[in-house]
């Protein structure tokens, strides 16, 4: 076993078995933390390439490169690991929730609009507690918005700054 | 003399060219196509109340008529992305495929490289490379948001790019480009309409010194693509020294020739002849657009053929 290299993209071993650099996620366990956690299918990301960059931050990439590579971006960030719970970006729950089937919170129109400012919510939910898709209607189907860590009865917004928004109150 | 005033004698309606130049810029957005259609778009801007009407030439870049493009859920889920009418024309000639590998070598901010990512429907292979890497924070912001999945990013000077971190000569890696975009950093004369200040500093020094870097950039997309495979040139200027005369110097320096295209914007004919130099006379492919042909910017669009 080898240290983790985060200035360089490495892309993840195929499973545990094939793990040469210490705490490096496999492409197997970051898949299935993804069609767990949100019920997606299990082959929604038989098409895209898995990479470190950083501590633990997972890259998604709809190629293929010789791995290591050195440059300045691969593909979307993807989950944050290397951390007790891993954590799902916003922009990957964008890109890719509209397909999940659970730990999918639907908010009204006013309390999403406040998640969406970075507002924390109380909302009704006896799911799991963690990281959920954080979604609402909108022009006839449900949208994912970001992701939102619900502990204690609360649902924090995690929306990252650049992506926060205050919306015009609708007329 | 202005900038404007330099161009007259090519503009076929100087009246028509000066009224628009006076002219605010209409704001428009483009419809993300990764993460949305352009129906669910308008049903989503109907819904929040924002004013929008398609354009007449392409129905996925719209018109917002009275809103700031980024206060509302199509913006916030990344299904629009404010970008001028007429800076979607070089990515629609450009033409790529869904598994091409693309190179797009001036690609900050990227409003031109998200929407090559869409039209290869996030699939292929895109690099997306500037040399500023101040502005690579914003290509990155960009891309996430809208979506891309396909796009590398890399911090080089064009001029001398390097396929070595794409793996060139190793198996998987990249070792040249079926298309290429070099939408060229340029005196920016275009964009009057929409930066009222972008005449304060231009000079005639700083049109000559961009149209080496011009060359250069040019010749090395030439190089870096496959024979038979595609190059679009496109500036948003007016001065033939960043325009025809970059291209009469590439064709002469490298294997490849200019091609005809249909645009869906009007405009005239590339010229032949500035300031006493001719240039080849297939630069007449090329495409000019003045402000006054679509009320858009001003640009300038080319594309060339590699080898044979």
């Known amino acids: 076993m080898t240290d983790n290299d985060g200035q360089r993209f490495d892309r993840l071993p195929a499973t545990a078995a094939d793990r040469e650099v210490t705490g490096r996620a496999s492409r197997a366990e970051v898949i299935e933390w993804w069609v767990d956690r949100f019920g997606l299918p299990a082959d929604a990301f038989d098409d895209y390439t898995f990479w470190e960059k950083g501590a633990g931050k997972i890259w998604i990439f709809a190629a293929d490169l010789p791995s290591p590579t050195d440059v300045e971006g691969l593909g979307m960030t993807f989950l944050r690991t290397r951390q007790e719970h891993w954590k799902p970006t916003t922009n990957a729950v964008q890109r890719f929730g509209r397909a999940a089937t659970r730990n999918v919170i639907e908010l009204g129109e006013a309390d999403a609009r406040r998640f969406l400012a970075g507002e924390d919510r109380k909302p009704d939910w006896d799911g799991d507690w963690g990281y959920l898709i954080v979604a609402h209607e909108l022009a006839g189907d449900v949208e994912p918005i970001g992701v939102g860590l619900y502990v204690h009865g609360e649902l924090r917004s995690v929306i990252p700054k650049g992506r926060r928004a205050s919306l015009p109150a609708r007329e | ?308």
């Open chain 2, 1 to 308: 003399m202005t900038p404007l005033e330099r161009y007259e004698s090519l503009v076929d309606d100087p009246d028509a060219f000066r009224a628009a130049c006076d002219r605010p810029l209409p704001s428009a957005v483009r419809v993300n196509t990764i993460k949305a259609t352009v129906e669910r778009v308008h049903a989503a801007l109907d819904a929040e109340g924002v004013a929008h009407e398609p354009t007449d030439w392409h129905p996925g870049v719209l018109r917002l008529t009275d809103d700031s493009p980024g206060h509302n859920w199509p913006h916030a889920h990344g299904w629009l992305h404010g970008q001028e009418e007429v800076s979607n024309l070089p990515a629609l000639i450009l033409d790529p495929r869904p598994d091409d590998r693309v190179w797009d070598a001036c690609a900050a901010p990227g409003s031109k490289t998200t929407q090559l990512a869409a039209l290869m429907q996030d699939s292929g292979l895109l690099v997306g490379n500037d040399n500023n890497l101040g502005r690579l924070s914003a290509l990155r912001h960009n891309a996430e948001r809208l979506g891309v999945t396909n796009l590398v990013v890399t911090n080089q000077d064009a001029r001398n790019f390097s396929l070595k971190p794409l793996g060139a000569g190793h198996e998987g890696g990249v070792s040249a480009f079926d298309r290429v975009l070099v939408d060229a950093p340029c005196s920016c004369e275009g964009t009057i309409r929409k930066n009222p200040d972008a005449f304060d500093t231009w000079s005639l020094d700083h049109v000559h010194s961009v149209a080496g870097v011009q060359k250069g950039i040019l010749r090395r997309a030439v190089q870096a693509t496959r024979p038979g495979g595609v190059v679009v040139y496109s500036t948003c200027t007016f001065a033939p020294e960043e325009n025809e005369a970059v291209l009469d110097h590439v064709l002469d320096a490298e294997d490849c020739r200019l091609v005809d295209f249909d645009a869906p914007l009007d405009g005239v004919p590339g010229v032949t002849e500035w300031e006493g130099e001719e240039f080849d006379p297939s630069v007449e492919k090329a495409l000019r657009i003045y402000p006054h042909h679509n009320d858009t910017g001003g640009f300038f669009c080319a594309k060339m053929a590699v080898g044979g």
